[in-house]
C-alpha cells in the first residue's frame, strides 16, 4: 500500500478509452501518479478489438497490457495493482473499478452514454477523494470541455508528443552573420575538395550545429550556402553547395527556384544521405523536387533499380478497397500529385518532339511503382528510391515500419505538411513526420528542410496568404 503521504501528493489519473487506443502503452507514463479505469472504459476497448486497423491492433495490445498486468500480480484490485511489475519506469497503482459508483450528473447529460458515465465516476472519485487530485485524460475535446463545465479537471494526453510547440521543430536550415564568423573563425582554415570550398572552423556555436544542417548567409556584403559535413567537438567542416538554381546544373529539366529548393536537391542528390525529409506547404514543390532527383538518379546514373511511391490512404491502413484492378491501379485515384508531377517533368524534354516525350513517358512510367501502405510489413527494398507521400498522417508506428523496410542501397524520402492531418488524434506535435524529424536531426546519413516559399502561381500563393 501507498502511504497516506504519498497518495496525498500523487494524482489520480482516470483514462478515457481514446488514450489506450492512441497509445496502448500510456499505462506506464504517468510516473509516481496512480491510474483508475472504469469498466466502461474495458467495455469500449473490447467494442474495438476486431479488426486490422490500427485503432484495433492498439485495443488488443492495450488489453494484453492490462492482462499482464492483472495476472502477475498478487495485489488486490480494488486496492491498486503496482504498475513496477509490468514496468519498471512506472512507480503509481493501476486502479480497476470493481463496484459501482454513483454521482448525480446535471438532468440534462443522458446517463447511458459512455463518455457521460466516465465523467460521472471522475466527479464521483473526486468526493471519495477530497484531498487528491482527480484529473480525467482524454484525446477528445468535447469531452475535456464537459468536464471543465462540470468543474473537473480534465487535460489532453501529451507523452506521445515530440514537441509541445511546433515552431520550435527543426527546420534543417539557419542563418548566419558576420557575428558568427567573429566568434568561431580565429584559427578559420579552408581548402578545396571535389570543386568545392571546405572550411573548418571552432568556436562556442559549434555545439548548436547539426551534422548537414545548411547555413546560409546573405547580408548584401558576401552571400554563402553551405552544409555542415563534419563535427568534432568545437570544431566544424563546412562544404559550400552546389547551384541547382543554374540550368547548367538542372536535375531531369528542373532548376531550383529559391533558396531552400537549392537546399533540398543537394540533399536529395547525395548519395551519401540514406534518409530525408521535406517539409512545405502546398506548392512549396516537395514532390516535384523529390522525383525529379529520382528519375536523374534512377535513368541517368543508375544508382537506384527504381523508384517507388506510397502515400497514405486516407482513412489510413483500412483495406484500399473495392476499386477494380491490381493494387497499383486501386492506388491510381490517390496517385493524381504524382500525375501532375510527371506532366511538369516530361515538358522539359522538349528535344525529341511528341514521339520522343511519349516514349520518356513509358520509360518513366515503367520505373515507377506505386505501392499501398496496407502490404509494406515484411517487405525488403534494394537498391530503392522509396517516397513517401502525405507523410503528416503517420502515426510515429507507422513511420518506423516504413523506414525499416529500407535494405542495401535503398534511399527513403518523406514529404509532409504538418498544417494538413486528416488522422484522428494525430496533431502536429504527435505526427509521425515530426517524430522523425526530431529524432534523426544529426545523423550522418539523413537530411532535412522545411520547404518556406510557394512556387505554384501567384495565384495560389496569394490564396495560402489569405484565405
Known sequence: MVSHKSSKTSKLFVLDTNVLLHDPSCLF?????????????????????????????????????????????EARIE???????????????????????????????PVGKADNQILGIVMAL???????????????????????ALALDAEDYFNDKVLEDTDLLYTGAREINGEFWERNGQDLRSWQEHGRSVYQ????????????????????QSSLSARVVGLNGKTA?????????????????????????????????????????????????KTLLTLAAGLAMTLEQKQYSEIIMTRVTVPVGEDIGFLPGTEEEKMAPWMGALEDNLDVLNKSDDDGGDWGRAATRELVRSRIKIKSLNFMRGR???????IIDEAQNLTPKQMKTLI?????????????????IDTPYLTEGSSGITYVVDRFKGWKHSGHITLQRGERSRLADHAAEVL
Open 79 to 109: 486496492s491498486g495493482i503496482p504498475l513496477k511489475t509490468a514496468n519498471a519506469a512506472a512507480e503509481g497503482k493501476l486502479i480497476l473499478q470493481t463496484q459501482a459508483i454513483h454521482s448525480v450528473l446535471p438532468g440534462s447529460m
Open 237 to 285: 567542416q563546412l562544404q559550400t553547395l552546389k547551384d541547382y538554381t543554374h540550368q547548367k546544373n538542372n536535375v531531369w529539366g528542373i532548376v531550383a527556384r529559391n533558396r531552400e529548393q537549392n537546399f533540398a536537391l543537394n540533399l536529395l542528390m547525395d548519395p551519401e544521405i540514406d534518409f530525408i525529409t521535406l517539409l512545405g506547404q502546398a506548392g512549396t514543390g
Open 380 to 386: 525488403t527494398f534494394l537498391n530503392k528510391y522509396l
Open 29 to 73: 507514463r504517468f510516473e509516481e501518479h496512480d491510474i483508475f479505469i472504469p469498466i466502461i472504459t474495458l467495455e469500449e476497448l473490447d467494442t474495438h478489438k476486431k479488426g486490422m486497423t490500427e485503432v484495433a491492433r492498439n485495443a488488443r495490445q492495450a488489453s494484453r497490457f492490462l492482462d499482464e498486468i492483472v495476472s502477475h500480480s
Open 201 to 220: 572552423l571552432e568556436g562556442p556555436d559549434v555545439q548548436s550545429l547539426y551534422l548537414n544542417q545548411l547555413l546560409w548567409q546573405d547580408d548584401g
Open 126 to 148: 473526486k468526493e471519495i477523494h477530497p484531498d487528491r487530485s482527480v484529473i480525467l485524460v482524454s484525446k477528445d475535446i468535447n469531452m475535456r470541455i464537459k468536464a471543465r
Open 404 to 420: 525499416t523496410r529500407a535494405g542495401p542501397g535503398t534511399k527513403v524520402v518523406c514529404l509532409g505538411n504538418i498544417a494538413q
